[in-house]
């Protein structure tokens, strides 16, 4: 409501060429005297940045004089230094395991439209698609989880004859449709982010019940929806983020977090190690020094492979799989249980793995990954050959150990620390 004072002063002020130092709104207790009086108390503008250049610029402009080329670059040039200086979003979110006897995946909660629709949803570096079940996932192919429903959101829009498809290395899958919508994690909004509802999805996910659908924090690269590949939500959300970057800080059978635009000092020890990425073909990829196990010598060899939140395990290369389980009394490489087994009572020793000059433990405890069925005495191992896969994997058992920063910088980097 503009009170004609209001339009006095701000014509007054605009003549002064002053018009948009203006707070957005004049006072917020503006006294009304009654007797055609009124006081205006000026309010704080809270994120306003003075620009010296710009003030001498508009007083160029009152008067009619042509701004000299170097005055005109220090307005540019203090505008960006005051927009660089505006804090900006950050937030965190909660990763916590779907099953407290064992850590084959960490959820997250976020929100979906309008009104907010939360969903749990697994944060995943190793794809780049955020899919969740949906009001159209057939009902035979839903057990428990929850749905985001577009027609339940005032903001929601199809994107026409957008659709997309993803098959994961378990060969676990799922399908459908795509539209926009607003989506939260922590607190960070994207008003325009791409939500793939399914259509159809693998009977894996069907039974996972504590699992909503995934956020891939891979690069957009990867993302499947045809004929327009859409951005993942790091992506859209970087720009507002106080710094281009989200942390991960997963934990051994208990909450953890995920961490969006800041690195939270107070959760890792010593120094952050940083690493070179490559982004192709999408993933974090990323080289690490080499390995050792237990009290055993570290064997300095490169080992490329990449940080994967959605991958429970670790998968490496069979010489330094094999040299890890030729530690543990009654291991062997089992056909029938699909990988390295043991005795569950038996001694495991701890591995460790460099990041440059840096070491990290994954302890015993992370390497017994779990029994092979419930009540047997034979566990199966946290780490596993990736001859199979044609690609080493960082999964969770890896990470838990670990504060990861997935740095979004132009070239972007993988940080560890110990924490
Ligand atoms: C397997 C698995 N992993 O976590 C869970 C949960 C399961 C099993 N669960 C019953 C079903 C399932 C299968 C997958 N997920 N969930 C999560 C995404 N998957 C990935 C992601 C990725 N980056 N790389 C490989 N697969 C495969």
């Not at 690269?221 to 951005?231: A, C, F, R």
């Not at 569950?344 to 092979?372: D, H, Q, R």
Request: hydrophobic share 35%; aromatic share 10%.
């Amino acid at each position: 409501m503009v009170t004609i004072t209001n339009l006095v002063l701000t014509s007054i002020l605009a003549g002064l060429g002053l018009g948009s130092a203006l707070p957005p709104k004049i006072g917020a207790t503006n006294i009304g005297h009654g007797n055609g009086r009124a006081t205006l108390n000026q309010v704080p503008r809270p994120n306003y940045r003075f620009n010296g250049a710009r003030q001498v610029y508009r007083t160029y402009l009152k008067y009619g004089v042509p701004a000299p080329d170097d005055l005109v670059r220090a307005v540019a040039h203090t505008d960006a230094l005051n927009a660089a200086a505006v804090k900006r979003d950050t937030g965190s979110a909660a990763a916590t395991p779907i099953d407290p006897r064992f850590d084959i995946a960490y959820v997250t909660p976020v929100t979906i439209g309008t009104p907010p629709q939360t969903l749990q949803l697994d944060l995943d570096t190793g794809s780049s698609d955020l899919w969740v079940f949906s009001s159209h996932t057939p009902a035979s192919q839903v057990r428990g989880q929850q749905i985001y429903s577009p027609d339940k959101s005032t903001t929601s829009k199809l994107l026409d004859g957008h659709t997309w498809s993803i098959r994961y290395g378990d060969g676990s899958g799922s399908r459908g449709n795509v539209y926009t919508d607003n989506f939260a994690i922590g607190g960070i909004m994207v008003e325009t982010q791409a939500v793939e509802t399914a259509e159809e999805v693998s009977s894996s996910f069907t039974t996972e019940d504590n699992i909503d659908g995934l956020v891939g924090l891979g690069f957009s690269t990867l993302n499947t929806v045809s004929p327009e590949g859409q951005l993942t939500f790091f992506d859209n959300a970087k720009p507002k983020l106080d710094a281009p970057v989200f942390t991960a800080d997963l934990k051994y059978m208990k909450e953890g977090t995920y961490d969006f635009g800041f690195i939270d000092e107070s959760k890792y020890t010593g120094e952050i190690t940083y690493v070179p990425v490559d982004t192709d073909p999408g993933y974090w990829t990323f080289t690490s020094s080499g390995y050792g196990v237990g009290s055993g010598t570290f064997s300095s060899s490169p080992i490329t492979g990449i940080a994967d939140t959605g991958t429970s395990l670790v998968y490496l290369p069979t010489a330094i799989v094999t040299a890890y389980y030729r530690q543990v009394e009654g291991a062997t490489n089992s056909r029938s249980y699909g990988g390295y087994v043991f005795p569950c009572n038996s001694t495991l020793p701890p591995f460790v793995f460099g990041i440059g000059e840096a070491k990290f433990t994954i302890p015993p405890s992370y390497m017994s990954y779990a029994a092979v069925t419930d009540g047997s005495p034979t566990c199966f191992g946290g780490l596993q050959s990736s001859s199979g896969i044609g690609i080493n994997i960082w999964g969770d058992v890896a990470l838990k150990a670990a504060f990861v920063v997935f740095n979004g910088e132009e070239p972007p980097t993988i940080g560890w620390a110990n924490k």
